[in-house]
């Protein structure tokens, strides 16, 4: 994050330097809708980047997985930024995406990782999110530093308005603040693992999360399934009685994602149903909540920021839930590190 943040952010409070974007600030202003596309861990940091642009900018945005947009005959709009997001640089599905968009005039940016790959090399302009090389196969830090990278991006997006100047102090003070609070985060993990050997039994979990909280609770799923190949399963929290509900029972331990925010009391109201129903609810929230069995607290930070803290412990469980089952946490069964075909 240190690195995603450094040279970006210069003293007056929100103007950034994002080099490589080529977008001025009348194209910008010109943007009437954002897309973003990409696969795995990628795509969910794209949900979160959709996001805050939409908050942040005030432009209506959505992420989509990339790896079909090309086969339903998309319809490609002028006046839409389409922005391709890769860890690697070189996943297929991205890069056939975004030649689907050229090929069609768009003007697509990439959110990228490695410098010079195939994605960095396609596309019209874009930031490197300064991750640094993901050496396992599994994008964990690269899934933080994309989301820095998005909010860097939504406040350049809301600047070029006229947007947001209150916003922007208030971000960039924030993003200033997640080295330090991340740290707070890491110098508990021996906590971490010991939860993880609390819920290494189960056969299957459930992740809730409420708006920005439901693509973390898809990429903590996601990171527990890759590594430990245990069965997960996420929702947005309010989906839960609409069907989700009915697996709910002791041996479905539920992860719920419950930041102290406007929808707090909601997110509370979802824990109750689960403990009616006899779950296990590990929370990551911001202070012990008292229908959980047991409660992950993390540094509060801006509600924006919430992601990249509620994040990090869940990439760190599901680290932890491998480990404790003897799992080749690195090189885990039956996936590359890019997909290339
Ligand atoms: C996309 C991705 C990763 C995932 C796995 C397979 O990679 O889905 O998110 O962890 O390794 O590939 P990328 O396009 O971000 O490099």
Known sequence: VDRALRGRIDDRFSTVHLGGLNLDARDARAVRRVKILGCGTS???????????????????????????????????????????????????????????????????????????????????????????????????????????????????????????????RIIAGLRKLPEQIAEILANEEEIEKLAGEYADAKSMMFIGRVRGYPVAR????????????????????????????????????????????LLEKNRAALEEIKARSGRILAVAHQVQEKADHTIVVPKNEDELDPILMGIPLQLLAYYTAKAMGRDIDKPRNLAKSVTV
Do not use: W
Request: one cysteine or more; charged letters at 20%; aromatic letters at 6%.
């Open 43 to 169: 795509y969910h940091a794209g949900q979160i980047g959709a996001q805050m642009i939409e908050e942040l900018a005030r432009i209506p945005a959505d992420a989509e997985p990339a790896s079909e947009f090309r086969y339903r005959n998309p319809v490609v709009d002028p006046d839409t930024l389409y922005i391709a997001v890769s860890q690697s640089g070189e996943t297929y599905d991205v890069l056939a995406a975004v030649q689907e968009l050229k090929r069609k005039g768009a003007r697509v940016l990439g959110l990228v990782n490695v410098v010079g790959s195939a994605i960095a090399r396609e596309t019209d302009g874009g930031i490197y999110v300064h991750a640094g090389p993901e050496v396992c196969v599994v994008s964990t830090k690269c899934f933080t530093n994309m989301v820095v990278s998005f909010g860097l991006l939504a406040l350049h997006l809301g600047r070029t308005r006229d947007l947001s100047v209150a916003d922007g102090k």
């Open 219 to 262: 990429e903590a799923s996601l990171k527990l399934k890759e590594v430990s190949y245990i069965h997960a399963e996420a929702y947005p929290a309010s989906e839960l009685k609409h069907g989700p509900l009915a697996l709910i029972e002791p041996a479905m331990p539920t992860v719920a994602i419950v930041p102290d925010d406007d």
